[in-house]
């Protein structure tokens, strides 16, 4: 049971926990949101009367990271039950259920339980008779966000769930076909988020199916053009999105152009044409290639990213040479690098050709250190320019915040300098991992952002 004593004159604190993509962060900002005034957010370091762990599965490192942030959690908050939520709650729940605290298991597909799930728990109600109880009125979406939301630049999530049916990946099994928020529900929501923040990034399991099973059809780009038209917040960040998805037709217009931060992250996964076959993927090298190199000329010094997942069941010396080849010669500023791990259910687990893990790993050291280099040469051209950051933190004299083309910038601190703000900051130079300044003078001639 949650300790109670200590609950007179307050209300209960609630630890939440989101691991893996922005969707599970965007679902943690909506149930903080959706519980506001019914729990206190616990602070770091505080101990919380309830957990929620929202888990993900995308690859065994995955996994096995949302089995120690539960133990953490029965560890940091003794007592408090746990709920373990998300997609590995989905696709392994008994597993979950029998770690040390936690008291129900919530799959993704029914994410919209959880605040009824914590309110049986306030009642002693356990397992799976809270979230059977629970389920019927878990709302599709959640509620709008109803205040700030936890973090500087919330997440909107307008799509969930997946029909691509990729052989490796296991998130079709845990969230479901696809599905999308309507659009004027869309733009209502991300109306209510830019009332008290710059900046919002929206996201999605499959963010470039949005609208396709409205009726009537919707797409990405039309919710886009929408939002810079209304200009609903300052300004809007896509989180990962398939590069055949990509709205390219929009780069082009003024007005997204403006409102649209130059960052985007685009999965390749693999530059063999093979493994990508072989992995179910709905495009080639040559349109990955295509793509980056639009929108680097339209778009120029927009900063670009690349998933790359190495040593899939078959994958040769040439199949990653291939790879090598086309990050080295697209103008990308970061790799994230995943090992190949087979997920139970995803037909990849049953190929033969597994690759031996010395050699996954020496293939990934390769990829990540191109990834280095890549990254500080993108800060270094940051240089003498002028960029639009949102302050995210202030402290010991020294602001922190992000750029609309995804540098990390710190600069000293002034009274002007609160979280939530938007600065204007020069770049003077950079470390490798961020970029520094100092407050930008409207009067002094500068570089573009």
């Given at each position: 049971m949650a300790p109670s004593s200590d609950l007179r004159g307050r209300l209960p604190r609630l630890a939440l926990v989101a691991l893996g993509c922005r969707v599970n962060r965007a679902d943690a900002d909506a149930l903080a949101s959706e519980l506001a005034g019914a729990y206190e957010l616990a602070r770091d370091g505080e101990v919380a009367d309830y957990v929620v762990v929202n888990t993900c599965a995308i690859t065994g490192d995955a996994a096995s990271a949302a089995r120690q942030a539960i133990r953490r959690a029965a560890r940091d908050h003794p007592g408090a039950p746990i709920v373990a939520a998300g997609c590995y709650a989905e696709v392994a729940p008994d597993e979950l259920a029998a770690l040390p605290g936690v008291a129900a298991v919530v799959g993704a597909r029914a994410q919209g339980a959880v605040p009824g799930v914590l309110g049986l728990l306030r009642e002693g109600v356990r397992g799976e008779e809270a979230v059977r109880a629970a389920i019927p009125a878990a709302p599709?979406?959640?509620?709008?966000?109803?205040?700030?939301?936890?973090?500087?630049?919330?997440?909107?999530?307008?799509?969930?769930?997946?029909?691509?049916?990729?052989?490796?990946?296991?998130?079709?099994?845990?969230?479901?076909a696809s599905r999308s928020l309507p659009l004027d529900e869309a733009l209502r929501r991300l109306a209510g988020l830019g009332e008290r923040h710059p900046e919002v990034v929206l996201t999605g399991v499959h963010l470039g199916a949005y609208g396709l099973d409205l009726d009537p059809r919707r797409s990405l780009a039309e919710l886009v053009l929408a939002a810079a038209r209304s200009r609903a917040v300052g300004r809007l960040r896509l989180s990962s999105i398939e590069p055949n998805e990509l709205p390219r037709a929009l780069l082009g217009d003024p007005e997204v152009a403006s409102f649209l931060c130059p960052h985007f992250h685009l999965p390749l996964q693999s530059g063999s044409g093979a493994i990508l076959t072989a992995m179910g993927r709905p495009y080639g090298a040559d349109l990955f290639r295509e793509v980056v190199e639009e929108v680097a000329t339209r778009m120029p010094g927009a900063c670009i990213g690349a998933d790359v997942l190495v040593g899939f069941p078959g994958e040769t010396d040439e199949d990653h040479a291939a790879t090598v080849s086309l990050v080295q010669a697209l103008p990308l500023a970061y790799l994230h690098v995943f090992p190949y791990s087979p997920r139970p259910g995803t037909r990849a687990a049953e190929l033969a050709g597994r690759v031996a893990s010395e050699v996954v790993r020496a293939r990934a050291r390769e990829l990540l250190a191109i990834s280095e280099r890549r990254w500080q040469a993108f800060l270094g051209a940051q240089a003498g320019r002028d960029l639009e950051v949102v302050v995210e933190r202030v402290g010991g004299g020294l602001a922190r915040g992000t750029a609309r083309e995804w540098v990390p910038v710190r600069w000293p601190a002034s009274a002007q300098d609160e979280r939530g703000a938007l600065v204007r900051i020069r770049i003077g130079s950079t470390d490798g991992s961020e970029c520094f300044g100092v407050r930008a003078s409207a009067s002094e001639p500068r570089l573009p952002a």
């Open positions: 599709a979406w959640g509620s709008a966000p109803v205040g700030p939301a936890r973090h500087t630049r919330p997440f909107l999530k307008v799509q969930d769930g997946c029909d691509q049916r990729c052989t490796f990946c296991v998130v079709p099994a845990a969230r479901g």
